[in-house]
């Protein structure tokens, strides 16, 4: 017997919204998220789920606010369970189905159901996200989110949250999904643990939610019991994917696995280790599972608004820097580090300042990174932006959000391993949120001495809200507790592995075309053998080099051994360390050539001869000697430039030719030349740059107002989206409604053509609304006569009046019986009854006419046989009479 949640029984008890339910909770809570064309997926999925599974369904669809949604009707004939529309309160039961009512959002909060109102000012409203956001955080392991037939990308961010909570997933293949947008969009996450039609989604979640490391409480102290099994299944991982999870977290490492050994069917740790080592996919899908990265554009807005308001600024507005460098360490997707790009530019915009900024965003998983570097989000992160930023620093491509490529120039993305990589260094803010949970203590405590190393004094630390510094909190300062902002106190130590560390960016980098880019600079400290090197210099330098500078590719000195007063002085202004600068004017331009071409050409230059004024108003001759230093792999190129005053030698004939260096008057005239046509240029560029910044800011205010035509056609465009998938949903319910009337339809003309009983249905205008094919021989009536006054239609009936008849009845609401014959001689039981729509309420009149020829005929000769009957007893008295009269004795009347 089918039950809905109009049955009084389930109203006084099943749907109790108060108190604590009489049945246990279910084993798991399944959230089904559909949108248009996922009415046919649902009832699939229902028709093959067992009743007594035990399991709790919450539906989630996209409905029209403008039209009652017939669900529970439809639903109600598939399944065997009871059906509910959802109601504030309400306590989800086992082998209960709860469906979502119009115009509202659903969410769980310890096992109940909270009903409110949709928000559409914060833009488009995502149902199924909403409410497996909160079923993640309030079931955690015992959720499952099934993604059916739907446009758009509703649930993508819910499967990652019920991922994140440790719950299962299941996705509709895209071939039986009528529209595959939504599961396409949770395909892309990569978190599917099942892709099948929701027939077969049944039998898979049933065997899932049976399977013993679900339903056994102490399953992990099983798995961490066997060392050699997880041991095994640690080398496998690193030696697939050179990742060893030693050292993680183990309650978060035997939770996955047993995840995986959950859905692969799978009871001992030793059969998942053989299983390991024969489907090296499995290995690649734990890995990912044990790299679950769950993030969001603008995660935790208020630790964000903080960044904003007064750490950002700080650094923006630090003069100390000539570049800004950021990194968001385990990046995932990368929606945090572009949100904090996009946060970095309009906080520069609200200051009016322009500052270069360079974000490294690093992950240890490169399919991850991957992704991050497309800068391509589903619909769905609309719920996550302002309509502002998301019109401002995205663009539409195809079904997804492209990130704007000012932004995606800011942001270099690269596959880093935080534990045994070099970190980066002169970081201004470090962005770590939600990965040390994962940790062991020893690990995050190498973590943090890498950050501290990376980090300028004053640097800014963010964590994630379940996170501290620990043992390392001597090295930060706290500036939010709530939001674990730290400020570092500077380099107070060595970090671990420090004689291994970079000063700049890591190998691997990619830049904005996806590419990957080389650092342009590597340096090392120095060794101890480094050390004992530049000590011995120092002691021979004064002995033996009378003047030698290292100089690097930047034309920074690095080091000077010998007394360069007479060769370099420091410039007035800003102090800088460059030798093309801090070199005297006729030194600079052989210097500067000579470095340059020593570089390019990796070869010994010599310049002979240079003449140089002297305060005293002499000349003095000097010899240049540039030489390439040689080096390492990976090192940063040097050149030592070696600078030695010529003496004239007494002995020296005096027509010996000296090979001097000077500047001929034909370089002294292209010099000035090349100055001329340099002002000149500089001349040209400034009208170019006049007129470009006039363009600009006309491009500008067309810009704006582009962007405000964006915002409202992004609206709108929102708003159809809805309301298509809206009225998909209820063309589809009413499509079935339609079915089944046809049906109905069709069993009321069999079963009026069956009975053989003349029909006729009038409304209350005595209008024709039906009737049956054997009526038409009492009414002359044709299928074209539907809708006419009963009133313009003849009939056979002698000496009767049937439509006075139907008018007594309307008046008196009460039936009418009369045998009536036809003109062909046939009688008839013609019976008018009221047409009932409700308790008391009528809306028409029911004539029906059964043949009773058969009947009179049967009276008539029962009628005629009964008289010759009475006749014949009338005339027995008489005969019996002269039979019983004696007869006269013969002779006596002679």
Same mark, same amino acid.
């Given at each position: 017997?089918?039950?809905?949640?109009?049955?009084?029984?389930?109203?006084?008890?099943?749907?109790?919204?108060?108190?604590?339910?009489?049945?246990?909770?279910?084993?798991?809570?399944?959230?089904?998220?559909?949108?248009?064309?996922?009415?046919?997926?649902?009832?699939? #999925? #229902?028709?093959?789920?067992?009743?007594?599974?035990?399991?709790?369904?919450?539906?989630?669809?996209?409905?029209?606010?403008?039209?009652?949604?017939?669900?529970?009707?439809?639903?109600?004939?598939?399944?065997?369970?009871?059906?509910?529309?959802?109601?504030?309160?309400?306590?989800?039961?086992?082998?209960?189905?709860?469906?979502?009512?119009?115009?509202?959002?659903?969410?769980?909060?310890?096992?109940?159901?909270?009903?409110?109102?949709?928000?559409?000012?914060?833009?488009?409203?995502?149902?199924?996200?909403?409410?497996?956001?909160?079923?993640?955080?309030?079931?955690?392991?015992?959720?499952?989110?099934?993604?059916?037939?739907?446009?758009?990308?509703? %649930?993508?961010?819910?499967?990652?949250?019920?991922?994140?909570?440790?719950?299962?997933?299941?996705?509709?293949?895209?071939?039986?999904?009528?529209?595959?947008?939504?599961?396409?969009?949770?395909?892309?996450?990569?978190?599917?643990?099942?892709?099948?039609?929701?027939?077969?989604?049944?039998?898979?979640?049933?065997?899932?939610?049976?399977?013993?490391?679900?339903?056994?409480?102490?399953?992990?102290?099983?798995?961490?019991?066997?060392?050699?099994?997880?041991?095994?299944?640690?080398?496998?991982?690193?030696?697939?994917?050179?990742?060893?999870?030693?050292?993680?977290?183990?309650?978060?490492?035997?939770?996955?696995?047993?995840?995986?050994?959950?859905?692969?069917?799978?009871?001992?740790?030793?059969?998942?280790?053989?299983?390991?080592?024969?489907?090296?996919?499995?290995?690649?899908?734990?890995?990912?599972?044990?790299?679950?990265?769950?993030?969001?554009?603008?995660?935790?807005?208020?630790?964000?608004?903080?960044?904003?308001?007064?750490?950002?600024?700080?650094?923006?507005?630090?003069?100390?820097?000539?570049?800004?460098?950021?990194?968001?360490?385990?990046?995932?997707?990368?929606?945090?580090?572009?949100?904090?790009?996009?946060?970095?530019?309009?906080?520069?915009?609200?200051?009016?300042?322009?500052?270069?900024?360079?974000?490294?965003?690093?992950?240890?998983?490169?399919?991850?990174?991957?992704?991050?570097?497309?800068?391509?989000?589903?619909?769905?992160?609309?719920?996550?932006?302002?309509?502002?930023?998301?019109?401002?620093?995205?663009?539409?491509?195809?079904?997804?959000?492209?990130?704007?490529?000012?932004?995606?120039?800011?942001?270099?993305?690269?596959?880093?391993?935080?534990?045994?990589?070099?970190?980066?260094?002169?970081?201004?803010?470090?962005?770590?949120?939600?990965?040390?949970?994962?940790?062991?203590?020893?690990?995050?405590?190498?973590?943090?001495?890498?950050?501290?190393?990376?980090?300028?004094?004053? %640097?800014?630390?963010?964590?994630?809200?379940?996170?501290?510094? %620990?043992?390392?909190?001597?090295?930060?300062?706290?500036?939010?507790?709530?939001?674990?902002?730290?400020?570092?106190?500077?380099?107070?130590?060595?970090?671990?592995?420090?004689?291994?560390?970079?000063?700049?960016?890591?190998?691997?980098?990619?830049?904005?075309?996806?590419? #990957?880019?080389?650092?342009?600079?590597?340096?090392?400290?120095?060794?101890?053998?480094?050390?004992?090197?530049?000590?011995?210099?120092?002691?021979?330098?004064?002995?033996?080099?009378?003047?030698?500078?290292?100089?690097?590719?930047?034309?920074?000195?690095?080091?000077?051994?010998?007394?360069?007063?007479?060769?370099?002085?420091?410039?007035?202004?800003?102090?800088?360390?460059?030798?093309?600068?801090?070199?005297?004017?006729?030194?600079?331009?052989?210097?500067?050539?000579?470095?340059?071409?020593?570089?390019?050409?990796?070869?010994?230059?010599?310049?002979?001869?240079?003449?140089?004024?002297?305060?005293?108003?002499?000349?003095?001759?000097?010899?240049?000697?540039?030489?390439?230093?040689?080096?390492?792999?990976?090192?940063?190129?040097?050149?030592?430039?070696?600078?030695?005053?010529?003496?004239?030698?007494?002995?020296?004939?005096?027509?010996?030719?000296?090979?001097?260096?000077?500047?001929?008057?034909?370089?002294?005239?292209?010099?000035?030349?090349?100055?001329?046509?340099?002002?000149?240029?500089?001349?040209?560029?400034?009208?170019?740059?006049?007129?470009?910044?006039?363009?600009?800011?006309?491009?500008?205010?067309?810009?704006?107002?582009?962007?405000?035509?964006?915002?409202?056609?992004?609206?709108?465009?929102?708003?159809?989206?809805?309301?298509?998938?809206?009225?998909?949903?209820?063309?589809?319910?009413?499509?079935?409604?339609?079915?089944?009337?046809?049906?109905?339809?069709?069993?009321?003309?069999?079963?009026?053509?069956?009975?053989?009983?003349?029909?006729?249905?009038?409304?209350?205008?005595?209008?024709?609304?039906?009737?049956?094919?054997?009526?038409?021989?009492? #009414?002359?009536?044709?299928?074209?006569?539907?809708?006419?006054?009963?009133?313009?239609?003849?009939?056979?009936?002698?000496?009767?009046?049937?439509?006075?008849?139907?008018?007594?009845?309307?008046?008196?609401?009460?039936?009418?019986?009369?045998?009536?014959?036809?003109?062909?001689?046939?009688?008839?039981?013609?019976?008018?009854?009221?047409?009932?729509?409700?308790?008391?309420?009528?809306?028409?009149?029911?004539?029906?006419?059964?043949?009773?020829?058969?009947?009179?005929?049967?009276?008539?000769?029962?009628?005629?046989?009964?008289?010759?009957?009475?006749?014949?007893?009338?005339?027995?008295?008489?005969?019996?009479?002269?039979?019983?009269?004696?007869?006269?004795?013969?002779?006596?009347?002679?």
């Amino acid at each position: 017997m089918r039950k809905t949640s109009d049955l009084p029984r389930e109203a006084s008890v099943e749907n109790r919204t108060d108190g604590l339910p009489d049945t246990a909770p279910p084993s798991h809570y399944v959230a089904v998220g559909a949108s248009a064309g996922g009415l046919e997926a649902i009832e699939a #999925f #229902f028709s093959h789920m067992p009743p007594d599974s035990g399991l709790g369904f919450v539906v989630i669809q996209h409905l029209s606010p403008d039209y009652k949604s017939l669900m529970v009707e439809l639903l109600s004939k598939k399944t065997p369970m009871s059906v509910h529309r959802a109601e504030d309160g309400m306590w989800v039961l086992p082998n209960h189905v709860y469906l979502i009512p119009p115009k509202k959002n659903l969410t769980i909060f310890h096992g109940k159901l909270l009903l409110s109102e949709q928000d559409h000012s914060k833009g488009i409203n995502l149902p199924i996200d909403v409410f497996l956001r909160s079923l993640a955080e309030d079931q955690g392991e015992k959720t499952v989110a099934i993604i059916l037939s739907g446009t758009g990308s509703d %649930g993508t961010r819910g499967v990652r949250a019920i991922k994140e909570y440790g719950g299962m997933v299941m996705v509709q293949n895209e071939e039986s999904a009528k529209f595959d947008g939504m599961p396409r969009a949770a395909l892309s996450t990569g978190l599917a643990d099942f892709v099948l039609p929701p027939d077969q989604m049944p039998a898979q979640l049933l065997s899932f939610a049976q399977h013993p490391y679900v339903v056994k409480v102490d399953r992990s102290e099983t798995l961490l019991s066997d060392e050699q099994g997880m041991t095994r299944v640690f080398a496998l991982l690193r030696e697939k994917c050179k990742v060893d999870f030693t050292f993680y977290k183990p309650s978060t490492v035997t939770r996955r696995i047993e995840r995986r050994m959950t859905i692969n069917q799978i009871d001992e740790i030793q059969g998942y280790v053989a299983f390991l080592a024969n489907n090296p996919s499995e290995v690649t899908a734990l890995y990912r599972e044990l790299l679950i990265g769950v993030t969001s554009f603008f995660r935790d807005p208020a630790a964000f608004d903080r960044l904003a308001q007064y750490e950002l600024p700080e650094i923006i507005q630090n003069p100390s820097s000539r570049e800004i460098r950021l990194w968001v360490a385990g990046c995932s997707t990368g929606e945090e580090a572009y949100s904090l790009a996009i946060l970095v530019r309009e906080c520069m915009e609200s200051l009016g300042v322009s500052r270069d900024v360079k974000i490294f965003a690093t992950d240890i998983d490169r399919d991850a990174i991957h992704h991050a570097a497309s800068g391509a989000y589903p619909e769905s992160i609309a719920a996550d932006i302002s309509p502002r930023l998301l019109a401002k620093y995205f663009y539409k491509k195809e079904d997804n959000f492209q990130i704007a490529r000012n932004i995606r120039e800011t942001v270099v993305f690269a596959q880093h391993n935080l534990i045994r990589d070099p970190p980066f260094t002169n970081i201004a803010l470090i962005s770590c949120r939600n990965l040390l949970i994962y940790l062991q203590p020893i690990l995050q405590r190498k973590v943090l001495e890498f950050f501290n190393f990376s980090l300028t004094a004053g %640097g800014i630390l963010m964590l994630g809200t379940s996170e501290t510094t %620990g043992d390392m909190s001597d090295y930060f300062e706290s500036l939010d507790p709530k939001w674990k902002l730290y400020r570092s106190k500077g380099r107070l130590k060595p970090p671990v592995d420090a004689t291994h560390l970079l000063s700049v960016t890591d190998t691997h980098l990619r830049d904005s075309r996806g590419s #990957f880019a080389t650092p342009s600079r590597r340096t090392r400290p120095f060794g101890d053998e480094e050390r004992v090197l530049e000590r011995f210099l120092d002691a021979v330098a004064q002995d033996y080099i009378t003047l030698a500078v290292i100089v690097n590719p930047q034309m920074e000195i690095l080091h000077v051994f010998g007394d360069a007063s007479d060769y370099f002085k420091l410039p007035s202004g800003k102090v800088v360390n460059d030798i093309s600068k801090m070199a005297t004017r006729e030194l600079a331009i052989p210097l500067t050539t000579g470095i340059q071409k020593a570089f390019r050409q990796s070869q010994e230059l010599r310049f002979s001869n240079i003449r140089l004024p002297q305060d005293s108003g002499g000349i003095r001759l000097v010899d240049l000697r540039i030489r390439s230093l040689s080096g390492k792999r990976g090192q940063e190129p040097l050149v030592a430039v070696f600078i030695t005053e010529v003496k004239k030698a007494e002995s020296a004939e005096p027509d010996q030719a000296i090979h001097t260096y000077d500047l001929s008057k034909e370089a002294e005239e292209r010099l000035r030349e090349l100055e001329q046509d340099l002002q000149f240029t500089r001349e040209n560029l400034q009208a170019t740059i006049e007129e470009l910044e006039t363009a600009n800011e006309e491009l500008q205010a067309t810009n704006e107002e582009l962007l405000a035509s964006n915002e409202e056609l992004q609206s709108t465009n929102e708003e159809l989206q809805s309301t298509n998938e809206e009225l998909f949903t209820v063309n589809t319910e009413y499509q079935s409604k339609i079915i089944e009337l046809t049906e109905l339809n069709n069993d009321v003309d069999n079963l009026l053509s069956a009975t053989q009983i003349g029909q006729l249905l009038l409304d209350e205008n005595l209008e024709v609304r039906r009737f049956s094919p054997k009526i038409t021989q009492i #009414f002359k009536l044709l299928n074209s006569d539907v809708g006419r006054p009963i009133t313009h239609i003849s009939h056979y009936l002698v000496d009767c009046d049937p439509i006075h008849w139907v008018r007594e009845v309307q008046d008196s609401g009460r039936p009418l019986e009369k045998e009536v014959s036809t003109q062909q001689g046939t009688w008839h039981l013609m019976r008018v009854v009221p047409y009932t729509v409700g308790p008391k309420a009528f809306s028409g009149t029911v004539i029906s006419f059964v043949d009773i020829t058969s009947n009179k005929e049967a009276q008539r000769a029962l009628a005629e046989r009964e008289a010759v009957l009475l006749d014949a007893i009338a005339a027995r008295p008489e005969r019996d009479s002269e039979r019983s009269r004696p007869a006269q004795p013969a002779g006596e009347g002679s």
